[in-house]
C-alpha cells in the first residue's frame, strides 16, 4: 500500500491567547480575564487549511462538571477544509502547545492534563450538533497519538478522526474545553496551552475496517440493550436481542472501545493496523517501569494515560515521572489485511468483565 507523505499542520487552539503576547491564567475558582483576537489563525499545507476561530472575545476557563461544561455557549471553531482531488484520510490530535508558553514559564507551569476536560462538536449551518461526537472526556483518557522524547509536554491525544472524498471539501468543528469539578485548589494559576494538529494522509486504497460481534456477559450469555463504543463515541452501535453490535468505517490507529450496560461503562483500547492475516493479540501482562512517563507506557502498549492510572490508584499525575513500577492494563492488536476494499472483521466478540474492564476476541 503507498501513501502521500504525512502532512502536519499545527492550529494553536487555547494559544492564540499567546500568540497575541498575553497570557491566560487557569483557577479552581476563577480564570483571569484575557481577550482573545477575533481573527482567525489560518495554515495552509496545499492539501488542507484549517482555520480556528472563537464565538466569544472573553475566554473562560473554570472547574465545573461535565453538564455545565457542556451546556457553556464558547468554543472553538476548527474548520478543515481539503483543496485537491484526492481522498484523504485525517486525524485531529490535541495536546500542550509548549512552543506558545510565555518566554519566563516552563513546561512545569502547565496544569496537569487529567484535569482538562473537552468535548468536540460538529457544526452544521453554523450550528453545533445537538450531542458531542468525542466526549465529554479527560484528555489523559485519549489515546496517545505522539510521544516526544525530549518531554511529555509535547506529547498528542487522539481526538478525532474522518475521511474526505474526491474534490473540495470542508469540515467544520466546535471544540468545548473546561476544568474537571475535581481540580485542586492547589493548582490554581496553571496555565493551559492547548495545540490542535491535523494529519492528513492521501488514500491508495482503502484503510477503512467493518467490524461486528456479539457483546457477551462473564459467563458468555449474550447481552442486548448494551451501547458499544469506539473512540469515546465517534462510532456507536446498541446490541440487538442476540447480543450483536456493528461498527463501521474503522481506520486504522489505535483507540478507545467501551461498552455501557446497566450504567457500569466496561474500558479497553485496541490497535488496528495492517498485516497478511486477520488475527487479534493481547498486550496483557505487561509492567510500566519506574521513572518513565505514563504517556510513553500508554502509547508503547497502545492504551491511554487514564486507563493506567486507573488499574494502579495512581496518584502521579500524567505530566510527571512514575515513582515505581505499575501494571499495564490490557489492550489489544487487530491485525486485519490490507485490502483494495472495506474489509468486514466479523465475530469480534466482547466479554464484559468483573472488574469493568472489556475482554476482545475472535471466535472462531
Known amino acids: 500500500m503507498k501513501h502521500n507523505k504525512y502532512t502536519l499542520i499545527i492550529v494553536i487552539i487555547m494559544a492564540l491567547i499567546s500568540f497575541m503576547c498575553l497570557s491566560l491564567s487557569v483557577s479552581y475558582s476563577y480564570v483571569l480575564r484575557s481577550r482573545v483576537s477575533g481573527n482567525a489563525l489560518v495554515i495552509t499545507t496545499g492539501n488542507l487549511t484549517s ?168 459467563s458468555g450469555s449474550a447481552i442486548s440493550g448494551a451501547t458499544v463504543k469506539f473512540h469515546n463515541g465517534k462510532v456507536t452501535s446498541t446490541t440487538a436481542a442476540d447480543g450483536t453490535y456493528s461498527l463501521n468505517n474503522v481506520p486504522t490507529g489505535t483507540y478507545n472501545i467501551s461498552v455501557l450496560y446497566n450504567g457500569v461503562e466496561y474500558k479497553t483500547t485496541m490497535h488496528v493496523k495492517y498485516g497478511q492475516s486477520v488475527a487479534l493479540q493481547s498486550t496483557g501482562g505487561a509492567t510500566g517501569a519506574a521513572s518513565t512517563y505514563l504517556q510513553s507506557s500508554a502509547y508503547t502498549y497502545y492504551t491511554s494515560p487514564g486507563l493506567i492510572m486507573s488499574a494502579n490508584n495512581l496518584s502521579t499525575t500524567s505530566n510527571q515521572l512514575t515513582t515505581s513500577t505499575y501494571t499495564i492494563p490490557n489492550a489489544y492488536v487487530l491485525t486485519g489485511l490490507e485490502s483494495l476494499s472495506i474489509l468486514s472483521i466479523n465475530n469480534l466478540n466482547l466479554t464484559l468483565n468483573n472488574d469493568n474492564t472489556l475482554s476482545i476476541a475472535l471466535a472462531s
Not at 476561530?53 to 457553556?72: E, M, P, R, V
Not at 458531542?132 to 489523559?140: A, F, S
Open 51 to 218: 482555520t480556528v476561530t472563537y464565538t466569544s472575545k472573553d475566554l473562560f476557563l473554570i472547574s465545573q462538571s461535565d453538564d455545565d461544561g457542556l451546556a457553556q455557549d464558547e468554543y472553538g471553531i476548527i474548520n478543515i477544509a481539503k483543496n485537491n482531488v484526492y481522498s484523504v484520510f485525517y486525524t485531529m490530535n490535541i495536546g500542550y502547545a509548549v512552543d506558545e508558553l510565555p518566554s519566563d514559564k516552563t513546561a512545569a507551569d502547565l496544569l496537569p492534563m487529567e484535569y482538562i476536560r473537552v468535548a468536540l462538536y460538529e457544526i452544521s449551518g453554523g450550528s453545533l450538533s445537538e450531542n458531542p461526537i468525542v466526549g465529554p472526556i479527560k484528555l489523559t483518557d485519549l489515546t496517545v497519538s505522539s510521544v516526544n522524547a525530549d518531554s511529555v509536554y509535547r506529547d498528542t491525544f487522539l481526538l478525532n478522526y474522518g475521511t474526505f472524498n474526491s474534490g473540495n471539501q470542508t469540515k467544520t468543528f466546535g471544540l468545548k474545553v473546561w476544568l474537571d469539578e475535581n481540580t485542586p485548589i492547589s493548582y490554581d494559576e496553571y496555565l493551559i496551552y492547548l495545540g490542535i494538529s491535523v494529519n492528513q494522509e492521501t488514500l491508495v486504497s482503502k484503510s477503512i475496517y467493518n467490524l461486528s460481534g456479539k457483546v457477551l456477559n462473564s
